[in-house]
């Protein structure tokens, strides 16, 4: 639950759900977490349970010469988690700016001068240091918790930092409901608009909000199944995360949907004038509902901000986790010298994201980390893993085994058929809509290198990791006793 309940829950889903026929978009989410996220999940479950291994040689187990299927999702986790902790930083610092409703009253200029926005896309200029002392401070708060390994670290984390979130949300969402013009926000929020389930983008959208929000096709669920005992309930698991993931984003939406329609009876306008996606809703829009607040609005900045740091670091460590297990398994290291490397080499790489023109280019290759490596790559595990390697029967014996709730035919229908035509259509469609409207009207130089050049990296490294020599993959087993032996 720590690794599917991240910042994109808090702002992103409210805003996909309404721009994709509010209430509406409730059918098409929960038949895309049927039909492909919880297969999905139970299927990483058990091949990184089965298999003991990070997702390299959890692959490899299957067929040697897919092993750099696992090194292309690891190195999407790894692009992704070099701009996450960024704004990881950016909350870090709007918690402090919480006391005192520091922001002041033009929340966009503000937000604008505090990370410093370039004039142009290839501007890059230089680095905020204000970011970067917030930025360096998350890194190091996540470095500590993976150094204490996976029960003394993460697993501790997870169950300090997971409470507090759901009753910091919980606060800013019992708050919102008692706010003036909090019913207008709901009902734009689910009020359904039927004639939007007749377009496809709307069923795109729901299909990669769900593989986005569960954290599919990362690589991070086959690394935590690897390190859980092999009795554990595997089928049941999926379907808690998967199921508590879309509990959580609901009730930020009715949260975020609330305040959202008392920013606008202040105000005097329609909810739709000041709804805004991603960064702005977090940064700009919510600082301007904080200020309008009759009382405690610094608590209320505090709730909401410290909610969205806690969901992002519990995040964040465990997409640099698959990252750290894959190399110790690859190169043989100690837990220790695989963290330094990883963490390391990404603290570097995120100094690009804290830069003038760091905005740009952290929102192009967000867009295109997400679309084509977290989508994509899912859409390869399942071809390979049900169509290729036709071993889904295999994996169904292993986690009814073990499981309560047992994998049906169903699991197998959905992951051989519906699945793979379903992620398909959803990758072609991005790719069209890419080729044919230019994201955000960048340059083309800019998608094409930060864009389309990233995604195909990705894909590039994953055949060079493999072309290395490692260790005999079989030898991990003792590793991930050990990591199993702390718990216990």
């Not at 690794?3 to 992103?12: D, K, V």
């Not at 003991?52 to 986790?77: D, K, N």
């Not at 004039?119 to 002392?133: A, C, D, K, P, R």
């Not at 997400?370 to 290729?388: P, T």
């Amino acid at each position: 639950m720590g690794s599917a309940i991240g910042l994109g829950n808090i702002w992103r889903y409210p805003y996909i759900a309404y721009e994709n026929g509010g209430g509406a978009f409730l059918l098409p989410y929960f038949i895309a977490i049927v039909t492909a996220g919880i297969p999905v999940l139970i299927l990483e479950y058990t091949l990184g349970n089965r298999s003991r291994h990070a997702a390299p040689f959890a692959f490899r187990s299957v067929s040697r010469r897919w092993e750099w299927l696992g090194w292309w999702q690891i190195a999407v986790s790894f692009v992704i988690i070099t701009y996450y902790i960024v704004i990881i930083g950016w909350v870090l610092s709007y918690i402090w700016f919480s006391f005192g409703t520091r922001w002041g009253d033009d929340t966009n200029a503000f937000f604008n001068e505090y990370i410093g926005v370039s004039e142009s896309f290839w501007q890059i200029g230089g680095i905020q240091w204000n970011v970067l002392l917030a930025v360096a401070i998350a890194w190091i708060l996540t470095y500590l918790i993976l150094r204490r390994g996976v029960s003394r670290g993460i697993e501790v984390a997870s169950k300090i930092l997971i409470p507090s979130l759901i009753l910091m949300i919980l606060i800013v969402t019992i708050r919102g409901l008692t706010l003036p013009g909090a019913v207008e926000g709901l009902n734009v929020l689910l009020t359904p608009d039927f004639s939007q389930l007749t377009n496809g983008s709307v069923w795109v959208a729901a299909y990669g909000q769900v593989f986005f929000s569960i954290g599919v096709g990362f690589s991070i669920m086959i690394a935590y199944s690897s390190y859980l005992p092999r009795r554990t309930d595997l089928t049941n698991s999926a379907f808690i995360v998967a199921l508590s993931n879309c509990g959580f984003e609901f009730l930020a939406a009715l949260g975020v949907f609330s305040v959202l329609g008392f920013l606008a009876v202040q105000q005097g306008v329609g909810v739709t004038e000041v709804v805004d996606s991603g960064i702005g809703l977090a940064f700009v829009t919510f600082p301007q509902i904080i200020n309008q607040l009759p009382a405690f609005s610094s608590f209320f900045g505090l709730m909401f901000f410290g909610a969205l740091f806690f969901a992002g670091i519990t995040s964040a460590v465990s997409i640099l986790e698959c990252s750290i297990a894959g190399v110790r398994e690859k190169f043989n290291m100690e837990r220790s010298t695989a963290v330094n490397w990883v963490c390391g080499l990404a603290a570097l790489v995120s100094l690009l994201y804290v830069t003038q023109g760091g905005l740009f280019y952290l929102d192009v290759v967000d867009r295109f980390a997400n679309n084509y490596g977290l989508v994509a790559a899912a859409l390869v595990e399942v071809v390979f893993i049900a169509l290729i390697a036709r071993r889904l029967d295999v994996f169904q014996e292993y986690a009814n085994e073990r499981s309560y709730f047992r994998a049906g035919r169903w699991w197998i229908v959905f992951l051989s058929i519906v699945t793979p035509i379903l992620l398909g259509a959803v990758t072609i469609f991005n790719l069209y809509t890419e080729v044919t409207t230019p994201y955000a009207d960048y340059p083309w130089s800019g998608l094409l290198v930060f864009g389309f050049g990233v995604a195909i990296l990705c894909v590039v490294v994953g055949f060079i990791l493999q072309s290395v020599k490692s260790r005999d993959p079989e030898s991990r087993e003792s590793a991930v006793e050990e990591e199993r032996s702390e718990s216990r």
